[in-house]
């Protein structure tokens, strides 16, 4: 399969080409024949598997068919996203995906002043991309109509609704023309996700890429048990063993990725956190450092690590791990990009195993190497079952259902 089976114009091609896209993902494969034909779509997608750009490239499109950009002023496409990071990722695809199109598309999220974001707006926007809060904060002001959209994207809705956008979103959907076209994305369809997208899509298409809450195959996963108070030791025997140069690293809290930091440095391994108490501006700077890998480990929060796009992101260390077993999807979906090889890495505590267990109830048949590095101070009754105490790096694998 090629974008030009896709019918997708030479133009946009081309730019596909700069990009070094040579076929569609599978999600885009599925959704883009839809969305062109301008029906309703729900895709069950995780992140990673080119989602943005199964969105982006036929509204994109359907705007240079249409000459939409030259119709009547005002927005034509609204793509709402969770996370600053993630809008400013979907922004960064529309620019490259749309260089040869003649369309303009702006970026606005919170946590910034809103002078440069007005000034865009007054100047005419085709494409608007947005977080919810300011989105409505916009709107309240004024500086945003929604009476001319004609596409609506909703990305990453689980998330959403995780970080408390239901509200926000409930009220922006009222403004919003009953004669649209209406794109849902979500990674998880938890029941309330499936009763939004029946109120929002009308006779929607549904696509979906991999079992719902599946994580992504091509990511090798392993877990260490560890006792807390070992972890960080474990951390750098991983990074040596593993040779690791570049890794995402997962904490709960904010305040336990700043200490954790700390301590990194301390070590004398570069790292930056970067989650919500962050602003804007140290939030990308810690991104940039990250990328252009001056940064060793980002240690991320779950909330500010959603949007995050590494190109070649080899390593997912999860030193804590999640409360919801589906945010252990999200996090590993950080690596294994696009079909890339990719390995996530967790230490489990005692007060962990619980998270544990939903986490591999929810992988299901995934080959998971369990190991009990020989340092742990892991108490007799909590260890695991004996014959999987082993020494670091002396692992076997399981398979299939496992006890506690
Ligand atoms: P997304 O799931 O939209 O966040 O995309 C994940 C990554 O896949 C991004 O780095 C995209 O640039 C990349 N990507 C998207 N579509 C393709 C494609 N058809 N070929 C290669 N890479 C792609």
Not at 353 to 379: C, S
């Amino acid at each position: 399969m090629t974008f030009e089976n896709l019918n997708i114009i030479l133009p946009i091609r081309e730019a596909l080409t700069k990009k070094g896209y040579i076929n569609p993902t599978p999600i885009q494969e599925k959704s883009i024949p839809f969305i062109l034909d301008g029906k309703d779509v729900f895709g069950c997608a995780q992140t990673g598997t080119g989602k943005t750009a199964a969105f982006a490239l036929p509204i994109l499109q359907l705007f240079h068919a249409k000459q939409l950009a030259k119709k009547t002023p005002g927005i034509k496409a609204l793509i709402l996203a969770p996370t600053r990071e993630l809008a400013i990722q979907i922004g960064e695809s529309f620019t490259d995906y749309g260089t040869n199109i003649n369309v303009k598309h702006t970026v606005i999220f919170g946590g910034v002043s809103q002078g440069n974001q007005t000034r865009a707006l007054q100047q005419g926007v085709d494409i608007l991309i947005a977080t919810p809060g300011r989105l409505m904060d916009l709107m309240n002001q004024g500086f945003i109509k929604l009476h001319t959209i004609e596409f609506f994207v909703l990305d990453e809705v689980d998330r959403m609704l995780d970080m408390g956008f239901i509200r926000d979103i409930q009220r922006i959907i009222t403004k919003l023309p009953i004669k649209r076209q209406t794109v849902f994305f979500s990674a998880t369809v938890p029941p309330e996700i499936k009763k939004l997208a029946n109120g929002l899509l009308q006779n929607p298409v549904s696509v979906q890429v991999a079992a719902i809450s599946a994580p992504a195959e091509a990511v090798k996963q392993s877990m260490y048990y560890v006792e807390k108070q070992d972890k960080k030791e474990l951390l750098k025997m991983v990074l040596e063993k593993e040779n690791i140069n570049h890794a995402l690293v997962f904490m709960r809290t904010k305040h336990g990725a700043n200490k954790l930091v700390k301590e990194l440095v301390k070590y004398g391994i570069s790292a930056e956190a970067i989650h919500g108490n962050k602003s804007q501006s140290a939030r990308q700077k810690a991104l940039e450092g990250f990328k252009n890998r001056t940064i060793k480990l980002l240690v991320a929060t779950d909330i500010a690590s959603r949007g995050i796009d590494v190109d070649k992101l080899t390593h997912v260390i999860n030193y804590e791990l999640p409360e919801v077993a589906e945010t252990y999807i999200h996090r590993i979906g950080r690596t294994g990009r696009a079909g890339e090889g990719g390995t996530a890495i967790s230490f489990c505590a005692s007060e962990e195993k619980a998270y544990w267990k939903d986490i591999l109830k929810l992988v299901g048949n995934v080959v998971i190497t369990e190991t009990t590095p020989k340092f742990t101070t892991v108490r007799p009754a909590e260890a695991p079952e004996p014959e999987r105490k082993r020494n670091f790096g002396n692992n076997r694998r399981f398979s299939g259902k496992r006890k506690f």
